[in-house]
């Protein structure tokens, strides 16, 4: 018998503020161990939470980046439970009045080459709730150890519809989603520092059915690729249980990545197990269409939109937009090009993805690469009271070469001024001093100028009496077999001379003789 996947994700992204959900102990990573603690985080008598309304603007924003339905009232419950990384012994949610319904996320399977567009599809999302983090357990030989720096930091948690079918969704969900939140600046999304978390939940059902199997959870799913395996490695385990007449029983499931292997923890609570009710400290929040439509007024563009945009404007191709949209600083620097280009930005926009995506990207991962590349992601409100936390993770993306001089760069190609192999010498001075493209030319004595044209023509025959073959080739009709003959006539010119005069005297000999 066949079976059909189904996959519900639920994602904690801790947001970026610089104060915790309740309390005004920062909310930072690297601190040495309960030095951002408090009162509140610790839960010592006479302490009460205050709400912090930068962390509700932020998952507001992450809803309407999502295209949630954000609920006119919000309220605080309590999830009881004992557990020595939570003093209060409940965790302050929302339960039942979550902040944002609905929306959806975007994602692209794998097309059938690495250079060609995949199936785009929209994963539905049920709700994202605000809630605070709760400590880290540190597990030693002997015991165990508990920080509470973690402890009120404030944390969405997205569930979305059992709507995914395969790992490869799960994982294009939270790549997608990531890119979403670090582009809105939401949240760095690191996985690594915990500020990016997710649990699965799979049940497998015979194909063509509707109705649900029964579901396992899988934790401790610490990257992207742990949450494809992990998926992978629950629905064969899941499938040879049924094939060989098992039952999957509802339970809470350990994966192991570096092992591949998992394990049983628990048996899965129910939300009766955790007493929900009202939190009596807290008022409920009502959220008005002004409050909406301010941060709905400061979003950025959606990548995937963004693509769209830049193959139906300009007829960028996919290999290209696939790079440029995942990283909104470099999709915002090559927006600047396009606007600095202005008229010219048809022409010239494909030479300048090319440049970024071929050149840029690779100078900006050499150390000594430094910018004035600012970063257009707002910040979270300063607050003097607070102690400030420096983040190396928040410095912008840094180059000396500006958007003006990349396109004054491409525009030396495109009038003939420069070849393209000067115009890579002229791009690496460019990094490393950044001076305009045409003084550095000029400079360095790169520029092109016209051929003498009996020396030319010398030049000419002597590639085509070299490279019969492609001389044949293009009298045959095959037109890109001229380039073949391009490159000796440009060496023996020491790449002085126009390519298109190469172009045009080469052609008037192959057409002649």
């Not at 205050?50 to 009232?73: F, H, S, W, Y």
Request: include cysteine; charge should be neutral.
């Amino acid at each position: 018998m066949k079976y059909q996947p189904v996959i519900g994700l639920e994602v904690h992204i801790q947001l970026k503020t610089r104060t915790k959900m309740f309390t005004r102990a920062p909310a930072a990573y690297g601190f040495p161990p309960n030095t951002l603690a408090d009162p509140v985080v610790l839960a010592l008598p006479g302490a009460l939470p205050v709400l912090n309304k930068t962390a509700l603007d932020q998952v507001i924003r992450a809803g309407l980046m999502l295209g949630c339905e954000i609920a006119p009232e919000c309220r605080w419950d309590r999830k009881n439970y004992f557990y020595p990384d939570s003093p209060k012994n409940y965790q302050l949610t929302q339960q039942a009045m979550p902040i944002c319904l609905g929306g959806e996320v975007e994602i692209e399977l794998p097309g059938p080459a690495r250079n060609i567009q995949g199936e785009h599809k929209k994963i539905p999302i049920d709700h994202i709730h605000l809630e605070e983090d709760v400590g880290k357990l540190n597990h030693h030989a002997t015991d165990s150890l508990v920080d509470f720096n973690r402890a009120g930091t404030p944390l969405m948690e997205l569930v979305t519809k059992p709507a995914l079918h395969s790992p490869d969704e799960a994982h294009a969900f939270l790549t997608s989603l990531r890119a979403l939140m670090q582009q809105a600046a939401v949240s760095d999304c690191d996985m690594e520092k915990g500020q990016m978390r997710c649990d699965v939940n799979v049940s497998i059902r015979p194909t063509g059915t509707q109705t649900l199997g029964t579901k396992v959870e899988m934790k401790n799913l610490n990257s992207i690729a742990y949450v494809r395996d992990a998926i992978a490695h629950e629905i064969r385990r899941q499938t040879a249980l049924l094939e060989n007449g098992g039952k999957v029983t509802q339970e809470t499931r350990d994966y192991d990545g570096t092992t591949g292997a998992s394990q049983s923890l628990r048996g899965k609570e129910d939300a009766h197990d955790y007493r929900y009710f009202p939190d009596p400290d807290l008022l409920p929040v009502r959220v008005d269409a002004e409050w909406k439509q301010r941060i709905a007024a400061s979003l950025p563009e959606r990548p995937f939109d963004r693509q769209r945009r830049l193959q139906e404007t300009y007829n960028i191709p996919y290999t290209l937009t696939s790079v440029l949209i995942w990283d909104k600083q470099v999709a915002d620097y090559y927006d600047c090009c396009l606007r600095q280009a202005a008229a010219d930005a048809p022409k010239l926009a494909q030479p300048l993805a090319n440049w970024i995506v071929n050149d840029l990207l690779r100078a900006l991962s050499e150390p000594t690469e430094i910018s004035n590349l600012k970063s257009e992601i707002p910040s979270a409100p300063s607050d003097p009271s607070v102690p400030s936390v420096s983040n190396p993770s928040d410095l912008p993306l840094q180059t000396r070469i500006t958007p003006e001089n990349l396109v004054a760069l491409v525009r030396l190609i495109a009038d003939g001024q420069l070849t393209n192999a000067s115009a890579k010498t002229v791009f690496a001075q460019m990094a490393a001093t950044g001076d305009a493209p045409d003084a550095l030319a000029t400079r360095l004595n790169l520029k092109t100028a016209p051929a003498d044209a009996t020396e030319l023509e010398t030049w000419c025959r002597a590639a085509i009496d070299g490279n019969p073959k492609a001389a044949a080739e293009f009298r045959a009709g095959k037109d890109s077999a001229i380039n073949a003959l391009k490159g000796p006539v440009m060496k023996s010119a020491r790449g002085k001379i126009p390519p298109a005069q190469v172009d045009q005297a080469l052609r008037k000999l192959l057409a002649g003789s």
